[in-house]
């Protein structure tokens, strides 16, 4: 087992301010708003993403710390009760963008109260529309986009509680008439 640093116990001190601290905040071990999974993105372009998404979910822009170029090294924003951090991709950081790397590995999925009304800003703000909203057997009423670099979104509202026995019913019909016909022998 590889041994770990441990970090000293005296207080922080701020060496741009020469203050301790502990007369500053109060630190905590998890930072507010960071207590699950935090989406960490690589974009190609971040001052263009930061815009998109803030037109495109309504997103608040936090932190943003810039490369000596100008270019932003690291984000943060707000999107409801989820912070988002991206950075722009170059040659200090290893990340690549989902397009840079030929698709997206995963899937950033939001609830939203009326989930017509965000998908129709997310696709005037943008956005490219992957999968059309529909309401799925499981009761949600999804739709997915992609933006520039890549990234799918895909927004949804609840519409059904459905129990796990009705929505496997429900999926065993909706692939059983998906399925291709039975070949002729």
Known sequence: MAEVEQQSKKPRIDEQNGEDSKTAEKVT????????????????????SLELYKKAFDADVGITLKMPDGTIAHASLQVGRTQIMLCQENDMFPMKSAKSIGGCPMNLTRYVEDVDSAFQQAVDAGMEVKEKLKT??????????????????TLGSRLEIVSEE???????????????????E
């Open 29 to 48: 071990p998890i930072p507010e708003n960071h207590e699950g999974f935090l989406p960490y993105l690589s974009v190609k372009d971040a001052d263009a």
């Open 136 to 153: 799925h057997f499981y009761g949600d009423r999804m739709g997915t986009l992609v933006d520039p670099d890549g990234y799918e979104w």
């Open 166 to 184: 009705v929505m496997q019913a429900r999926m065993d019909e909706q692939m059983a008439e998906a399925a291709p016909p039975p070949k002729a």
